[in-house]
């Protein structure tokens, strides 16, 4: 299995297991939504269900056009719920015992950015930075 393929399946994996937590545990994920999402609970189970609709995108081995979708839609999801990861740090540095502090919520937000670019390449929308010159 190519490093691509590797990343694909653990990203699946990822995305299918925090989507079934989205949707059988939802609470921690309402009490962190921004105050200007409408219908927080619906919008949470809402984002169980987009997360297993893209892993089982990128688990389709035989299917392009299908992960290049999944690909796209996990990159545009992880972009949307990123406030809910600011959010989240505001309320927790908020109390009196910083919550989870710096130490969890800084390379949360870290790995955002990573977990977009991520699902673009094993999604095949993009090969950057791996191109080879001339290719």
Request: proline share 7%; with cysteine; hydrophobic share 55%.
């Given at each position: ?65 299908l ?32 919550g ?31 191109r080879?010159?001339?290719?």
């Amino acid at each position: 299995m190519s490093a691509r393929g590797a990343a694909r399946f653990l990203l699946a994996l990822f995305y299918l297991t925090a989507g079934l937590i989205h949707l059988f545990l939802p609470a921690p994920f309402i009490k962190i939504t921004p105050e200007w999402v409408p219908s927080p609970a619906l919008v949470v189970t809402l984002t169980g269900i987009a997360e297993l609709a893209g892993a089982t995108g990128l688990l389709q081995w035989r299917s392009l056009p299908l992960r290049r979708a999944a690909g796209w839609g996990l990159a545009v999801y992880a972009l949307c719920v990123w406030p809910a990861n600011f959010h989240h740090m505001a309320l927790d540095m908020a109390r009196a015992d910083h919550g989870a502090g710096h130490g969890y919520h800084l390379p949360r937000l870290a790995a955002q950015p990573v977990l977009i670019w991520l699902a673009l390449w094993v999604g095949r929308v993009t090969d950057w930075p791996f191109r080879r010159r001339g290719s």
